[in-house]
């Protein structure tokens, strides 16, 4: 079934354009960036999203359904002091394991509130040591600190520092012993979602990856709210399609052993049923594989007594640590399975504001989770040995599902951040990760076993050309790995110059959008194919590679504004505005419905907040070339946020404070034909002028526009009688008038004439006062040094006679006085210091 929120649209790509600002001796390039949409997702104005088919014929699925309540922002839970259980630690180092659980099951033990909490329990400033783990599982309460500290890599830390962070180091685990700081919900992950009961067949013959609807063979026993399990399961057929895994051993050597089997690959969902229509299902999130009845059977089970399944729990500011394990340390179990949080059983949870290292295996590893967010996290430096099962950064483990990982930062990690769940793990979510660490090492990726709908989305990586990054064929790594996921994004991901692999994957697709890399390309580089003389081994859908602006910036954003209810629309979005230096400009963006008053307004350009811009109108009280750009403005209602259309603002210089025609003779004559340039002499008719506008008032004189509009013919007739000959500048800054009069004495007569014999400059050697005087009907005097810069400038009012000119800050030498008249005529006169 098609998804519902596919909505036509039309949008015109922003202008791009290049503009030369000229100035007296110089000239600057100022180019604006370019903003484009992908082929495969376009917004239009309003912020709504059509999707387009890939040549492969697949859709990219809505990821927007990752996180804390499907989306929803991480509550700020500020309960009253009743509901807060106080925790400080224990002096002389002692074992405060005991201490915070007593306070998380005080806590546990009060009752849920209408909002689904319990209470708060709030660790102080300072060091907790524990010797055990620490386990949170009673829904509703939140384990909160006080920060969790600076990032110092090669400084301790200080007792200034202990006084603002809170701490829980986990003692004795540099043996590499099997060791968890803190569990969050159950302590092993469980074997299912609870109970399964009325199952029934899915009818619609191929359900494609994003639908949210399908038909059952019966609905009966099931109601809007339920939990349901959505299987389809492997069958020889569905091996037979994915190529049992597509590794290499088996493909081209036919190694039997390196092929997928039945139990690899059984793909779940946890899913509600929020309509039923007939026998129609309605779910609260997508799908993300496509099921082809022909290939094998999918169904659904009614989920009862899910008891091992907690709510509304958070882990807020603080740090974990544990004792620091060698890296040369050596034992027959060199994978410990060190973490510093293993979440277990939980759904609509939170981690955020946390630092985890020291750890072996993971900082932080999910394992039947599902809409959650882990937020603001850091995941740094682990210890023990770089080996395979070690070093995880982050995790999302078996039946991790619509996880959202956002803002977090990872440094030091063989595996940045990984879905190691297998055909379980879906809809995972990996929004603006930071990455740092020894590029020899790092990889972040879709693991092992055909993990489904994964997004990776303003990744930004500062590891060096050797990282890999992507979704791809492991091909025999591992335990015959095979391929790591289908159907996932790489969104506006910085890899530098490093290789992102991107393999198409049989019954399905993966995609690269906008992202900066060395190379993107299948893992297999060699050449292999069927029996058909088909490819095997081919790489997934690239589009825009190295290529910036790309918009929106983020995926996740725009499909999670796409989706939701806001009590408002945009009537008006910002227009393109050319704006000349100098001079202020504005966008604005207008806003109709309800409750506007609560609408929070932050403008960015080129993708960065600019400082206090939070109104529903930008303004710039002076325009330069630093604020060429692409601009948007994010609106925010109840902690959603919907992002306007890029628009480009770009900026153009000022005329030349003096213009000039390039070549007016000295004499006109009857029965002649003259051409006129204006301009200047060197480099020719002015930048950015939109029209030349030319006219004589006296008779006889007929004017040719030519194809450059900055010159025109005259033709003097034997009549023709004295007058002016004018020409209109239109510039986008202003309109400026340059003109000549002509008259036939036998000599061109003009406005210095009057004025030139009268000017006085003296003293002349001067001192420290230059005085300027009978300087009627002048507009402007410059003063220039020998080596033509201008050194002093000041505008003259039209009263003015007669100027006094400080000469302080001028060095001893000669200079020359440029004075302009308001009809173009320049003068000048030299003068020594």
């Known amino acids: 079934m098609v998804n519902n929120f596919l909505i036509k649209f039309l949008m015109m790509n922003t202008c791009k354009l290049i503009i030369s600002v000229l100035f007296a001796f110089f000239s600057i390039t100022v180019c604006a960036q370019t903003s484009w949409q992908s082929n495969l997702v376009n917004v239009d104005e309003q912020g709504r999203i059509t999707y387009n088919k890939c040549p492969d014929g697949f859709v990219i699925p809505d990821f927007s359904y990752a996180g804390y309540r499907n989306g929803e922002p991480v509550p700020d839970y500020q309960p009253g002091e009743d509901r807060i259980v106080h925790v400080s630690p224990l002096p002389d180092n002692a074992d405060n394991t005991a201490h915070i659980q007593a ?112 038909d059952v063979a019966s609905t009966v026993g099931y109601s809007v709210g339920d939990a349901i399990r959505i ?26 052993a390196q092929r997928w089997q039945a139990s690899f690959i059984d793909i779940v969902y946890h899913r509600y049923v929020t309509a039923i229509e007939g026998n129609t299902i309605f779910l609260d999130a997508p799908v993300y594989y496509s099921f082809d009845r022909s290939l094998s059977q999918a169904y659904i089970h009614r989920i009862t007594q899910p008891g091992t399944i907690h709510t509304n729990m958070g882990v807020e500011n603080l740090r974990i640590s544990m004792d620091r394990t060698p890296s040369n340390f050596s034992t027959s179990n060199n994978t410990p399975n060190q973490n510093c949080i293993r979440m277990i059983s939980l759904e609509n949870c939170w981690a955020k504001g946390l630092y985890f290292s020291d750890y072996i295996h993971a900082g932080i590893i999910t394992h039947a989770v599902t809409r959650t967010t882990i ?23 078996s039946r991790s599902q619509l996880v959202l990982f956002k803002d977090c930062v990872s440094r030091g990690g063989r595996h940045q951040w990984l879905s190691n769940g297998g055909a379980s793990a879906s809809g995972l979510v990996v929004l603006n990760h930071t990455a740092y660490g020894n590029s020899a090492l790092a990889a972040a990726e879709g693991h092992l076993y055909l993990s489904q709908g994964m997004l990776l989305d303003g990744w930004t990586d500062h590891m060096g050309a050797s990282l890999r990054l992507g979704f791809f064929l492991r091909d025999n790594m591992g335990t015959a790995h095979g391929w790591g996921s289908i ?88 227009q393109d505005v050319q704006v000349c230096l100098g001079l202020p400009f504005s966008l604005s963006i207008g806003v109709e419905g309800t409750e506007l008053d609560a609408i929070g307004y932050r403008w960015k350009r080129n993708g960065n907040y600019i400082s206090g811009a939070t109104s529903q109108t930008l303004n710039i009280s002076s325009a330069r070339t630093t604020d060429v750009g692409v601009y948007t403005v994010e609106l925010t209602y109840n902690r959603m946020t919907v992002e306007s259309i890029p628009v480009n603002v770009t900026t153009v210089s000022e005329l030349p404070a003096v213009l000039q025609f390039a070549n007016f003779p000295a004499n006109i004559e009857q029965q002649r034909t003259y051409t006129i340039n204006v301009g200047d002499p060197e480099t020719g008719a002015y930048p950015n002028v939109t029209e030349y506008e030319w006219e004589f008032t006296g008779n006889g004189i007929a004017i040719n526009q030519q194809t450059a509009n900055n010159t025109v013919n005259i033709s003097v007739e034997n009549n ?114």
């Open 487 to 574: 159907n996932s994004v790489l969104w506006n991901c910085d890899l530098g110059n490093g290789t992102l692999l991107l393999d198409k994957v049989p019954t399905g697709q993966n995609y690269a959008i906008g992202c900066t890399a060395g190379n993107i390309t299948k893992f297999r580089t060699g050449s292999a194919y069927d029996k058909d003389g088909v490819p095997l081994y081919t790489t997934g859908y690239s589009e825009g590679r190295n290529a910036p602006g790309l918009y929106p910036r983020s995926l996740y954003n725009a499909q999670l504004a796409a989706r939701r209810f806001m009590p408002f629309t945009i009537a008006q979005q910002p």
């Open 720 to 833: 023709a009688t004295s007058g002016i000959l004018r020409v209109k500048i239109h510039h986008p800054c202003e309109t400026r008038q340059l003109e000549r009069n002509i008259s036939f004495a036998g000599m061109l007569s003009s406005y210095s004439e009057t004025f030139a014999d009268a000017i006085n400059i003296f003293p002349n050697p001067a001192v420290d006062i230059l005085n300027v005087r009978n300087i009627g009907g002048a507009t402007l005097i410059d003063i220039i040094n020998i080596n033509g810069q201008t050194v002093y400038s000041q505008k003259i009012g039209k009263d003015d006679n007669e100027i006094e000119i400080s000469l302080s800050n001028l060095a001893s030498g000669a200079y020359i006085v440029r004075i302009l008249f308001d009809l173009g005529i320049v003068k000048t006169y030299k003068f020594v210091r």
């Open 103 to 214: 306070a998380i099951n005080e806590a546990g033990a009060l009752p849920l509130d209408e909002n689904g909490f319990r209470g708060v329990v709030q660790l102080s400033a300072g060091r907790f040591y524990t010797s055990a783990a620490i386990q949170l599982n009673f829904s509703g309460v939140v384990l909160r600190g006080v920060g969790r500290g600076p990032d110092k890599l090669s400084t301790a830390l200080t007792a200034t520092d202990l006084e603002t962070m809170t701490i829980i180091h986990r003692t004795g685990t540099n043996e590499a012993q099997n060791t968890q700081a803190m569990f969050m919900g159950e302590r092993n992950p469980p074997t299912s979602w609870g109970n399964e009961t009325n199952s029934t067949n899915i009818t619609t013959q191929i359900v494609n990856s994003g639908d949210i609807s399908f």
């Open 375 to 397: 937020e603001d996290c850091w995941s740094v430096d682990p210890s023990g040995q770089a080996i395979g099962g070690n070093h995880y950064s982050f995790e999302a483990n």
């Open 231 to 256: 299987k389809y399961p492997t069958t020889e057929a569905l091996l037979e399609a994915l190529w049992y895994g597509g590794n290499s051993q088996w493909l081209l050597n036919g190694n039997t």
